[in-house]
């Protein structure tokens, strides 16, 4: 998926459903479900399918801690290809031992 690919019109998807994983912490989540995050994946993801994994930089931690996030295609709606109306939501699936940004900040705290 890449900008290259991005397609309007026909080829547009009403709405994307995307998966993470339980385990992302809250402050991930919150990088995720912000406005400057989905107009983001507008403009990168491009063609999607359902059952794609894509991992996306989130942000840095306080501490330099990057945060990837494992993002899976769940289902897409109309078109197969993200653009600026693309409505894009969010489920959680099982966890997969995801590293969380930021975790001075986080529930995990700065213990580990």
């Given amino acids: 998926m890449s900008t ?18 339980s385990d992302l912490s809250t402050w991930g989540r919150d990088k995720l479900d912000g406005s400057p995050f989905r107009a983001y994946l507008r403009k ?7 059952g794609e994994t894509t991992e996306q930089f989130a942000g840095v931690g306080c501490c330099g801690d990057t945060l990837d ?3 899976r295609v ?4 109309g078109g197969d290809a993200v ?9 959680v699936r099982d966890a997969c031992e995801v590293e ?11 213990t580990e």
Avoid: F, H, M
């Avoid at 990168?44 to 359902?50: F, I, K, N, Q, Y």
């Avoid at 653009?83 to 489920?91: K, L, N, V």
């Avoid at 969380?100 to 700065?110: C, E, F, L, T």
């Fill in 4 to 21: 290259d690919q991005r397609q309007s019109g026909d080829d547009a998807a009403t709405k994307v459903v995307l998966s993470y994983p």
């Fill in 44 to 50: 990168t993801l491009g063609r999607v399918e359902a």
């Fill in 69 to 71: 996030v494992p993002l």
């Fill in 74 to 77: 769940e289902s897409v709606e």
């Fill in 83 to 91: 653009g600026e109306s693309t409505a894009i939501e969010y489920e």
């Fill in 100 to 110: 969380g940004g930021w975790r001075v900040q986080s529930a995990g705290g700065p």
